[in-house]
């Protein structure tokens, strides 16, 4: 399916805390639906203003009752603080959903783990909601630098959720990968910083489990136009992570 | 209603606007956000003979109004291109200009011989690709260098050949004449300035080939003026290009000269830039009561 381009109206931005922020949108196009792991490119500055690329953002969350979509982002630069300073009412130009997005269906009846990495918890929501309505639930288990966000969202979608903290402030002193052996799961699905995204599927891989990851590469296009944003992967070749990906086999990415 | 169609060597394209190579894909991608029948054409991404992985590294980087890439010539090979993408991007209904980038002469010219049996409509030669040690921009420089792989390629070319120029070339209306002399139909202009970006925090220049090319809104004056020069020294057929983002953009193109536009960098920051930029143009005209591009066309030569 390929991509729409809409502007979308702000239901709801909000900040969770200091640099985070959750922001509603309404898609009308009912037969455009996103998936859990894909993502769109928002813009809600002028074509000629800067920055000149939209940005890329997972969607966190997918209500197709009231056809909202929810965005987890943080604030890092000028996209996001533009972003940030939306309000309800205002809109907020889309291109998607774009992107693979997760398997759900080749997850079902094996044991999944989630492993988010601060803002890499983004599209493992959508995911968890998803594998839940499906009557599978999947472990969850993330990592922040300091004081968390959404952990008890995804509480109801889980069997177990567990927290490490850099700070040791909240949950595990230490790193998301002492809290859980890949020894007890099938697959594990994966979403973080570079470093994390490496670390786990090393040790997914020597214990034998799959592990796909979610990537953030720079996108300029979004829609497998311009080649901005290639992975070079150990089996497939060069993918456009922003057509065949973002989420793919760890072991393509990093073995 | 003003009339923007443009008749570029002797085929109807049905808008002056055409998507610019390598950012519009194969066309298709954007077939559900833009009317693509409304374009004048689609320029496929850089071909070479035999495919490429294209660079390692940073491929992206934004500059004040400007974005840096070093995307390598990735591409699938000129046979993949005739097998998959090629008929995908007949479906498209508008004008299809293969755009074959570089390697040795003999490439150029085996690439070419593969291009002329099939349905592209133009071919638009790259001798003007920054990214690749080999992809062109050696004959893009030089105008001897250049004259010679446009002869060579058009002793075996049955397509319309449109030779897209280098700004980095080291006079460009010397350029623009050995093309035309070596038997170009027309030509296009410009590709990417050769740029560079340092990360202050590695103390590394940004991309592993360390040059890489500047495009959009940053470059259009300059781009701008080397339209008007070219279309000073050539009679030949010439498509303008390089920062185009408005409707007012790409009139001044037409003024300077150019027989149609090509709009690349603009439809990251706006997908449909290319439906909106011919919407812009018609509504310029029909306030300025001008019917065909043919009235205003060259005005500033
Ligand atoms: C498929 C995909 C999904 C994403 N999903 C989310 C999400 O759900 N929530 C979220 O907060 N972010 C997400 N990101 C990352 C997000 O796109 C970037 O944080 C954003 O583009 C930064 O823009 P900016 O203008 O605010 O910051 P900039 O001024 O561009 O950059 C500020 C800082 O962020 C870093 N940065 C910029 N782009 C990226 C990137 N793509 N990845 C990592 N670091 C980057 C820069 O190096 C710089 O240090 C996703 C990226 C991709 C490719
Ligand atoms: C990401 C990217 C990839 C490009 N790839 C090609 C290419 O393969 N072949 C080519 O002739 N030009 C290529 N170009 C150059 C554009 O076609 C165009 O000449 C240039 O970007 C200036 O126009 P613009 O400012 O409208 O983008 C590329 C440009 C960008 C930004
Ligand atoms: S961002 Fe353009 S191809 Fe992926």
Known sequence: ?255 | MADLRVNLLGKTLNGPVIGASGTYGYGVEYADMVDLTKLGGVCSKGLTLNGKPGNEGERLWETPSGLINSIGLQNPGVQHFIQHELPEMQTMGTAIFANLGGGCIEDYEEGTRLLNDTPVDFIELNISCPNVKHGGIAYGVKAESAKEVVSRVKAVCKKPLIVKLSPNAESIPEMAAACVEAGADALSLVNTFQAMAIDLERRQPVFKNVYAGLSGPAIRPIALRMVHQVCKTVKVPVIGLGGIATGRDALEFIMAGATAVQVGTANFADPKACNRITQEMAEWMDKNSVKTLEEIRGCCL
């Not at chain 1, 000028?78 to 959903?97: Q, R, V």
């Not at chain 1, 269906?105 to 990495?117: D, F, H, I, P, T």
């Not at chain 1, 790193?175 to 997914?204: H, R």
């Open chain 1, 1 to 255: 399916m390929r991509a729409l381009n809409c502007d979308c109206k702000v239901l709801e931005n909000i900040r969770l805390n200091e640099s985070i922020c959750l922001l509603k949108a309404q898609w009308t196009d009912k037969d455009h639906c996103p998936k859990a792991g894909q993502f769109y490119m928002l813009r809600c500055w002028k074509q000629d203003e800067a920055p000149l690329l939209s940005r890329p953002i997972s969607v966190h969350e997918w209500d197709a009752e009231t056809q909202t979509i929810s965005f987890l982002y943080e604030v890092r630069g000028e996209g996001t603080h533009k972003i940030a300073a939306l309000k309800t009412g205002e809109l907020l130009n889309l291109t998607g959903p774009a992107g693979n997005g997760w398997p759900v269906e080749q997850l079902l009846g094996k044991k999944v783990a989630l492993v988010g990495g601060g803002i890499g918890t983004a599209p493992l929501y959508q995911l968890a909601k998803e594998l839940a309505a499906k009557g599978e639930k999947p472990s969850y288990f993330a990592g922040f630098r300091d004081e968390p966000y959404r952990m008890e969202a995804f509480a109801p979608f889980c069997q177990t959720t567990a927290l490490a903290t850099d700070s040791g402030r909240f949950g595990h002193h230490g790193l998301v990968t002492e809290l859980f052996d890949p020894k007890d799961f099938d697959v594990i699905c994966c979403c973080g910083p570079t470093p994390m995204m490496k670390a786990v599927t090393k040790l997914a891989l020597e214990a034998g489990t799959e592990v796909l990851v979610s990537l953030e590469n720079k996108m300029a296009c979004g829609i497998g136009a311009c080649l901005g944003c290639t992975c070079h992967t150990k089996n497939n070749g060069a993918i456009s992570v922003c057509k065949q990906g973002p989420v793919l086999k760890g072991e393509d990415v990093y073995g």
